[in-house]
C-alpha cells in the first residue's frame, strides 16, 4: 500500500480514509485547514472543521455548505483513520490536522504560527513521523518584532495622523489579520471603520465569542461624512481605488510580513510598513519541524527549495518539496524565492475581486 | 548616525516633496556641523573610494549571521541589496553605541581602506555589533558605495537655504565644484554673501531649459525670444579667474584636460570670466555627430591623431561673468552683446570657438522651417531663449525652452517583463514602462507604453539577467521587476486614448537607451507625456 497520504490532482488524499486535506478541486469529503481562499474552496461534498471556524468558513463556502465540526483534539474516525485537528495559531479556527492508522502519524501544517494572538487558539506542535509543513517566510531573513511592539506602533501612527488631522487607512487581509490587528488597536485613539470585506469576517470572529473593539462599517460611497481620527481598515485590494476618496486627507500602512523588505515596502506605495505575519518565521519554522520530532518533511508554499536544501543538509530531518496548485509556474530554480505574494494573499485577492465594494 | 539614519527612513519612506523637504530641514536644524557635512556629501550623491569587496561582505556576514553561505545567497537573492541582507540577517547588536556621522565615516570607515583583511573584518564586524539594523543598513551603503535615496541637489539646497536663511542659489553656487566634507565647509554653506568670498574655480549652477512641442502654446510671441540650434555635445562652462583656467562639464566635473582646445579657449580670455556653452566636434565649421565626440570623452589624455581628427569646438551661447561681475541678472540681450565682443576678439586668435547663430525669424512658423533642418544640421532642435530674461538657477520654466525634433523621447521606468518570441524565447525581451503620476495624492508609476526592441544582445542579456534577479512579482508569465531602471523610450506618435489607463496612446515604441545614470524617481511625468500630445 502507498503512503497514507499522497499528492493528486484534487490535493492531499488519504486514500486509506477516503478524505482530502485543503483539495483545490471538487471531492467528496473535504478536512480543511482554514478558511483561507487558498485551502478552502467552494463546492465540497462535505468539510470538517473546527466549531471556531465554522462561523468565518461558512460565509465563504455558502449557505447550503455541510459543515462538520470536530473542537481541538477530538478524535474522528474514519475507516479506520484517525484524524484531529490541533491549534495551528494562523487565523481564528484555523488547524493542523493529524492523521494517524496503526501507528502511523502524518500532520500537515496547514499556515501557522508561533505565539500568542488574542484572536485565536496558540498554535502547539505535535509529534508525527511524516509532517508537512508550510514555508511562506521560509528564509532567515523573516525574524518577526514582538507583537506588542508592532501593535504599539500602529496605535503611535494612528494617533499622530489623528493629531495630523489625517484619516488613518490600514490595509489587511480581511480574514485573520485584520481582526489580530483590531484587536491590538487602542479604541481610545478614535473610532474605528471597517470595509465591508472585513466587516463580514468580523461578525464570524464574534459569533465564535472573540471580543473586537466596535468597529463600523465604513460605508459604501457616500461623501461629507466626518473621518476625523478614524482608523479604518481595508483588504489591501482597496488600494488606489476611488472607495479611498472618501477619507479625503489620509495617511496609509499596510501590515504583512513582507514588510520587513525595503524593497517590498517601497512597491506597494504606503506610508507605513508594519512588519506583522500570520506565519511562522524562519526560526518558528525550524523549530517546530524540531519540535514534532518528525524523521520526514515535506514542504510546502513560499520557499520550498530554502527549507528542502537546509533540513537536508543541516539536520537529521529527510526532506522533500510537496507542491500545491496555487504555485503558478515554476520555470527555473529561484522561481519560489522571487515569490513575494503569500498563496493566500494571491488567493485572499482573487477572492475580493478588485476590492471595491 | 542615529540621526542620519532616521533621515534617511524619514526620505525614504516618502514620494512626497514636502514630506522630504521637512525631514531634511529637521535634521539640517540639529546636526552638528560636521556630521551635516558629510550627510552633505552623501545626499549630493558622492561617494567614498572602494573601502572593501562585496565579496569579503557576503563572507564575513554569513559567518557572523551564522547561516551557511548558500542561504546567505538566497536571502541575498530575494532581498536583492546587500546592505539590507546584512542588516536583516545579523543577530540584534550588542552594545549599541550612539557615533556620530563624521566619527563614523572617518575613524570607522575611512580607514578600512588601508587595513589588511584580517584587520578589515574584525573591524567591520566590530561595526556590526555597534549598529542596530537601520544603522547597519546605512552602514552598508556607504561602505559599498551603493547609497542613493530619492532626493534631489536641489531639495538638498532649498533645505539648506531654508535652515540657513540664505537665497537657494546661494548655496547651490557654493556647492558646486570640488570641496571637502568639513564642519567649515558646511558652516560655509550657509553663511551670508560676502564680497569675493567665490574662489576662482567655482562654477555658476548651469540654466536648463523646459521641453516644449508646441511653442505657439507654451510662449509668449515668437519674437520675444532668441532661437538657436540645441546641440547634442557636452553642455560647459569656461572659466578664467586670478591667472587660472577651469573647463566644467555640468556633471560637476573639470574636463580641461580631456579637451584642451577649450583649454586654450580660457586661457585666452581676461580675468574675472565664465562662459556658458556646448562642446562639440566640428570640422570645416560644421557639428559633427555625437559619436565622434563619444570618442573624445572617456579618454584622460588625447593623443595628436585624435586631436586632428576630432577636433572639439566651443559653441558659445552665454556670458555669466565678465570683468569679474556677474552679470547673469542682465537681461540676455544685453550678454549677447558682451558675448559678440568676447568671441571676436577670440576667434582672431584663431581659437576654436564661435558664438551660438541666432536664426532669423519672427514668427513660430519661421523657426519651424529651421527646426525641420535640425537634422541636417545634427542638431537636435532649437533652443528658445526670451530676450528679457536674466540666466536663471536649476530648470524653471518660462526663460529657456528646447523645441526637439521628432522623435518624442520619454524616460521611463521599467514595471514588467515578458520573454520574447522565436531566437529571444528564453530572453525577457518585452518590457512594460511607467511614468510618474499623481493618484490620490501620491506620485505612483502607471504603465504606458510595451517596448519590443532598441537593445543590443550583449544589452539584452544583462537586462535579462537583472530582470530574473530582480522580480518583485509573477502573474503567469509576466514578472514584475523593482521599479528603479530607467529607459529612454523613442515614439513616432503620442496620441489621446480612451483604451489605455494611461490616457495616452504611442507609436512605434523603442528603446534609445539604458538610462541608469538616473534614479526611478527622475523618470517623466504622465503630465509631461501628455504634454507631447499633438
Ligand atoms: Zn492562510
Ligand atoms: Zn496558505
Known sequence: MSELLTRTDRGLYCEAGGFYIDPWRPVERAVVTHAHADHARRGMGSYLTTPEGEPVLRPRMGEEAVIQTAAYGEAVHMNGVTVSLHPAGHILGSAQVRVERRGEVWVVSGDYKLGSDRTCATFEPVQCQTFITESTFGLPIYRWPDQNEIFRQMNDWWAANRAAGKVSVLFAYALGKAQRLLAGADPSIGPIYGHGAVQVCNEGYRQAGIDLPACEYAGRGERGKDWDGALVVAPPGARGTPWLRKFRNYSTAFASGWMLVRGQRRRRSVDRGFVMSDHADWDGLLQTVRDTGCERCFITHGSRRVMEQYLNSETEVEAHQLETWFEGETDEGSAESDRESTDEELAEAANEGAGNE | ?534
Open chain 2, 1 to 534: 548616525m542615529n540621526k542620519f539614519t532616521t533621515l534617511f527612513t524619514r526620505l525614504d519612506e516618502t514620494n512626497k516633496t514636502l514630506a522630504k523637504q521637512a525631514a531634511l530641514v529637521d535634521y539640517f536644524k540639529d546636526a552638528p556641523p560636521a556630521d551635516a557635512a558629510w550627510a552633505v556629501y552623501f545626499l549630493s550623491g558622492r561617494k567614498l573610494k572602494r573601502l572593501l569587496l562585496s565579496r569579503e561582505l557576503r563572507a564575513w556576514g554569513a559567518a557572523e549571521a551564522g547561516v551557511p553561505d548558500w542561504l546567505f545567497e538566497a536571502s541575498y537573492e530575494v532581498v536583492g541589496d546587500l546592505a539590507e541582507t546584512l542588516a536583516l540577517l545579523l543577530p540584534p547588536p550588542e552594545e549599541a553605541t550612539e557615533l556620530p556621522l563624521k566619527t563614523f565615516v572617518e575613524e570607522r570607515l575611512l580607514p578600512l581602506k588601508g587595513m589588511e583583511e584580517g584587520e578589515r573584518r574584525a573591524a567591520v564586524v566590530q561595526l556590526w555589533r555597534e549598529l542596530d539594523r537601520p544603522q547597519r543598513f546605512v552602514a552598508g551603503k556607504l561602505m559599498t558605495g551603493s547609497f542613493r535615496v530619492g532626493v534631489s541637489q536641489r531639495s538638498v539646497i532649498k533645505a539648506l537655504a531654508i535652515v540657513g536663511d540664505v537665497p537657494p542659489e546661494l548655496v547651490a553656487h557654493r556647492m558646486m565644484g570640488t570641496w571637502e566634507p568639513t564642519a567649515g565647509f558646511y558652516t560655509s554653506l550657509t553663511l551670508p554673501e560676502a564680497d569675493g568670498e567665490i574662489d576662482a574655480s567655482r562654477p555658476y549652477p548651469f540654466f536648463l531649459a523646459h521641453p516644449t512641442v508646441a511653442p505657439s502654446d507654451d510662449l509668449d510671441d515668437a519674437n520675444e525670444y532668441f532661437a538657436e540650434w540645441k546641440w547634442d555635445g557636452i553642455r560647459s562652462q569656461v572659466i578664467r579667474r586670478q591667472g587660472q583656467s577651469f573647463v566644467w562639464s555640468r556633471g560637476e566635473e573639470l574636463i580641461g584636460e580631456r579637451f584642451p582646445e577649450i583649454l586654450a579657449v580660457a586661457d585666452a580670455l581676461p580675468d574675472g570670466t565664465a562662459l556658458d556653452g556646448e562642446i562639440v566636434i566640428a570640422r570645416d565649421g560644421d557639428v559633427q555627430s555625437f559619436a565622434e565626440l563619444q570618442r573624445r570623452i572617456g579618454r584622460k589624455t588625447v593623443g595628436k591623431k585624435l586631436l586632428k581628427e576630432c577636433p572639439a569646438h566651443f559653441v558659445l551661447f552665454d556670458v555669466l561673468e565678465a570683468g569679474g561681475e556677474d552679470v547673469r541678472n542682465q537681461p540676455l540681450e544685453r550678454r549677447r552683446e558682451c558675448l559678440a565682443a568676447i568671441a571676436e576678439s577670440l576667434a582672431e586668435q584663431g581659437l576654436n570657438v564661435s558664438p551660438s547663430d541666432l536664426l532669423e525669424g519672427e514668427t513660430w512658423e519661421a523657426f519651424a522651417v529651421h527646426r525641420e533642418h535640425s537634422r541636417s544640421m545634427r542638431a537636435e532642435g532649437l533652443m528658445l531663449k526670451r530676450k528679457d530674461a536674466p540666466y536663471g538657477v536649476g530648470r524653471v520654466r518660462g526663460p529657456w525652452w528646447k523645441w526637439k525634433v521628432d522623435p518624442y523621447t520619454v524616460d521611463g521606468v521599467m514595471l514588467y517583463a515578458q520573454r520574447g518570441h522565436g531566437r529571444r524565447a528564453s530572453l525577457y525581451t518585452d518590457y512594460t514602462f511607467g511614468v510618474w503620476d499623481e493618484v490620490d495624492g501620491e506620485a505612483k508609476l502607471v504603465p504606458f507604453a510595451k517596448a519590443y526592441s532598441g537593445l543590443t544582445d550583449k544589452e539584452i542579456g544583462s537586462v535579462d539577467k537583472w530582470i530574473r534577479r530582480n522580480t518583485v512579482n509573477k502573474f503567469g508569465p509576466v514578472r514584475e521587476v523593482k521599479h528603479e531602471r530607467v529607459f529612454e523610450l523613442a515614439f513616432e506618435n503620442i496620441q489621446q486614448s480612451t483604451r489605455h489607463k494611461s490616457g495616452i496612446a504611442v507609436r512605434f515604441p523603442r528603446i534609445v537607451r539604458i538610462r541608469d545614470d538616473k534614479i526611478a524617481a527622475e523618470a517623466d511625468t504622465l503630465d509631461t507625456v501628455k504634454g507631447l500630445v499633438e
